[in-house]
């Protein structure tokens, strides 16, 4: 099925006007691998390995979330493949089963490379925690409304003037509830007179205890809920009220220091996102061998790879400092009205925590464009940021097919994958 879809794309490709070379121009792009990264592998320097030896960073340290579609797959592939390695650097990987976790191991210095979603950032920030990143994952990463599957509700409106109010499950303080409060401000829906939230971890979540209108959990509990138990059926989604993303991020003090190692990590990030396109079979299977993935199952997870890593470009993990700048300040207003962090955080310092010119570089050997927005915002996409409901705009759950990778802008010259080279 995905090889069809796979296939489909590359007509669409042609027909929007990038063409196969020739055999001649494909002698110029035989140093590649078969998913398209240049050889020779760049390699760190002996001075940067040495200091982190002495730093006591070596092997550098990643942290990740194994719940956590999309983002879990990127560091799955990176840890069980040698890319790292191949530039130099001694690695280890250690899944985590929550944000908050992932933070502390980063506060603590214990971890130098951390990923986490747009909540947990905002908090390493609000911290004062040194960190920068260097790509986003899982844009879009899908939150909805879920009710019992045999709920009169139709849709998240159906909740407005409930009487008595309407219990929702939902974890606290995270993505799920900003997405819920600014949905229901939209809808007219008002929290503690028409609904109540009651916080409620994702496990608990799944099972749709009796007595709860709709939960509010994020992938991959959607799907998990609404088409494999199926105990549930999605009444809403996060689209038209926010832009999610997850952060992959390094210490700063990396980046002050051994700003080749934080290339090597950008490269090899953009390296196993290419991989994961190629061999997204081979990808699920590693996931699958995961101790805390073994109980998602395969199908499931390969499912999630598709969605969550292979449907957009691959220039959807570019770090737009100043489009997540804009959006993430409205997450750092709602919870400093909340008294949930200290420090006012603007668009601005947003945009700071990101460090764009190690993705730029990576961009530069592959020959890609740097994009001037995220391939999810169409050129004549009427929307704003902050004035919601947002004009629709590709996601997963309008998307059919993988975008068209690459269209003509994409690159500044040739690049080959899958033995097959395309132009600009």
């Known amino acids: 099925m995905y090889e069809r879809m796979r296939r489909a794309v590359y007509i669409a490709v042609i027909a929007s006007g990038a063409a196969f070379a020739t055999p001649a121009a494909a002698e110029e792009q035989l140093n590649s691998t078969a998913w398209g990264w240049p050889q020779p592998y760049e390699q760190v320097s002996a001075k940067s390995v040495d200091w982190l030896k002495q730093k006591g960073w070596w092997p550098l340290a990643f942290a990740w979330q194994a719940p956590f579609s999309g983002q879990n797959t990127i560091n799955v592939v990176l840890s069980k493949s040698d890319f790292l390695a191949k530039r130099g650097l001694e690695t280890k990987f250690q899944a985590f089963a929550s944000g908050p976790d992932v933070n502390e191991a980063i506060a603590a210095g214990r971890m130098q490379v951390g990923n986490g979603g747009n909540f947990p950032f905002t908090s390493l920030l609000d911290r004062g925690i040194p960190v920068k990143a260097l790509a986003v994952v899982a844009p879009n990463l899908k939150h909805s ?34 997405y819920f409060t600014q949905a229901a401000e939209v809808l007219g829906i008002q929290i503690g007179k028409d609904v109540i939230l009651k916080n409620m971890p994702p496990s608990e979540q799944i099972t749709m205890a009796r007595g709860i209108a709709a939960v509010i959990p994020w992938e991959p509990s959607v799907t998990i809920m609404t088409e494999e138990r199926k105990n549930g059926k999605e009444i809403d989604a996060i689209f038209p009220y926010n832009f999610y993303e997850g952060r992959f991020y390094v ?9 080749d190692v934080v290339q090597a990590i950008s490269d090899s990030f953009v390296e196993a996102t290419l991989w994961i396109r190629l061999y997204p079979e081979k990808a699920a299977d590693m996931l699958a061998a995961e101790p805390l993935l073994r109980n998602y199952g395969r199908d499931l997870l390969l499912q999630q790879t598709k969605l969550y890593n292979n449907l957009y470009k691959p220039t959807a993990s570019f770090p737009f400092a100043a489009f997540w700048g804009e959006e993430d300040s409205r997450i750092a207003k709602w919870l400093k009205d909340r008294n949930r962090i200290v420090r006012p955080l603007d668009g601005n310092a947003y945009s700071q925590s990101f460090a764009p010119e190690f993705m730029t570089a990576t961009y530069a050997k592959l020959g890609w464009a740097v994009p001037k927005r995220p391939p999810f915002i169409p050129a004549n996409w009427g929307g704003k940021i902050g004035q919601l409901p947002y004009p629709a705009y590709p996601n997963a759950s309008t998307l059919t097919a993988p975008q068209p990778w690459p269209e003509p802008g994409d690159l500044t010259r040739p690049w080959s994958f899958d033995g097959k080279v395309f132009r600009p």
Do not use: C, H, M
């Not at 210490?251 to 700003?259: A, K």
């Open 251 to 259: 210490r700063q003090e990396l980046i002050d220091n051994v700003p």
């Open 145 to 178: 409304a879920v009710a019992p599957k045999d709920s009169p509700l139709k849709s998240l409106a159906d909740l407005k003037g409930s009487n008595p109010a309407a219990t929702i499950g939902i974890v606290t303080g995270s993505s799920s509830e900003f």
